[in-house]
C-alpha cells in the first residue's frame, strides 16, 4: 500500500486489510527512508539496493508520486524473481498519471479519478469500488477459459475430421465426411457449441489458482493431450465402422464397392451415413466435457 498518510494510520488500515499481518517478514516505511534504502552514496536509484527492500516492502507511507513511480519502476525492472513480475497500480489523481502509465495494469477511479489518471489507466473503475477488480480478474479468467474451451473443441474436430478425409481419400479415392455434412455441422453443431461454451458464468474458484504466466500458450499439454486422445477415439469409431462395420451393423461394405466400380462413391451409403452419425455423437459427448469447469481448470 503506498500512500500520503501517517505512517501509523497506514499500517492500521493495512493490518485490517490484511496487508500485513504480524507472523510475517515485512517493511513499513515512509517516503524519507524508502528513498535512503533504495539510493547510493551519489544519490542515484540503486536497482540491486531497490531488490533488496520492496521483496518485503508493504506499506509505503508519507510518500511521493515521485515514490510511487520509483517502486513501480523499479519493480517492473527486477529480476529478483524467476518470472518478470506483472505490476498493477490504482490511483485517482494527476500525479499518479505516471506509475499508472508504467504498471502493466492501470486502474484508474471512474468518478474521483482525474482525467490524466483515466487517460494513463488500462481499466477504469466506474463505480469507485475495489471489489471491482476482483470481479474483473474473475470475469477475464472465465473468458480465457471459455476461449480455451472452444480451441480446444474445434481443434479435436478438424484434427480427426482432417485425418480421416485425407486417410480415406488416399486410400479409397473417397471421403466419407461429405461437404454438406461438413457445413451442416460448422453451422449448426458448432454453433451451439460455441454458444454453450462462451455462456458459461464464472465461479469463485477461477480465483483460487495461480495466474496465467505472460508467455504461456494458450493451449496447454494437458489441452494438447486432450486434443489428440479425443481425435484418437473418434478415429477409431470412425475407422471401425468404414472398414469393418459391414459386420456387425447389417450394412453393405461402401469400401469394397468402391475398390470395384469408382464411379459408387457418388452413391449413397448408409455406411458412409452411420460414420457421420458417429462424428457427431462422438463431438456432442466431448462438447459436454469440454464444459465442466472443474475438469477443464487443471489444464492451467
Known sequence: MVTGDNIMTARSIATKCGIIKPDDDFLVLEGKEFNKRIRDSSGNISQRKLDEVWPKLRVLARSSPTDKFNLVNGIVNSCVTKNREVVAVTGDGTNDGPALKRADVGFAMGIQGTDVAKNASDI?????????????????????????????????????????????????????????????????????????????????????????????????????????????????????????????????????????????????????????????????????????????????
Open 124 to 300: 477504469i473503475l466506474t463505480d469507485d469500488n475495489f471489489s471491482s477488480i476482483v470481479k474483473a480478474m474473475m470475469w477475464g479468467r472465465n473468458v480465457y477459459d471459455c476461449i480455451a474451451k472452444f480451441l480446444q473443441f474445434q481443434l479435436t474436430a478438424n484434427l480427426s475430421a482432417g485425418v480421416i478425409s485425407v486417410v480415406s481419400a488416399a486410400a479409397i479415392s473417397s471421403v466419407p465426411l461429405r461437404a454438406v455434412q461438413m457445413l451442416w455441422v460448422n453451422l449448426v453443431m458448432d454453433t451451439l457449441a460455441s454458444l454453450a461454451l462462451a455462456t458459461e458464468p464464472p465461479t469463485e474458484d477461477l480465483l483460487n489458482r495461480k495466474p496465467y504466466g505472460r508467455t504461456k500458450s494458450i493451449i496447454s499439454p494437458l489441452m494438447l493431450r486432450n486434443i489428440f486422445g479425443q481425435s484418437l477415439y473418434q478415429l477409431a469409431i470412425m475407422f471401425l465402422i468404414l472398414y469393418a462395420g459391414q459386420y456387425f451393423l447389417e450394412v453393405d461394405s461402401t469400401v469394397s464397392k468402391i475398390q470395384l466400380d469408382p464411379h459408387a462413391a457418388k452413391e449413397l451409403s448408409a455406411q458412409f451415413t452411420m460414420v457421420f452419425n458417429a462424428f457427431v455423437c462422438s463431438m456432442r459427448l466431448i462438447q459436454e466435457n469440454y464444459t465442466a469447469n472443474e475438469m477443464f481448470s487443471k489444464a492451467f
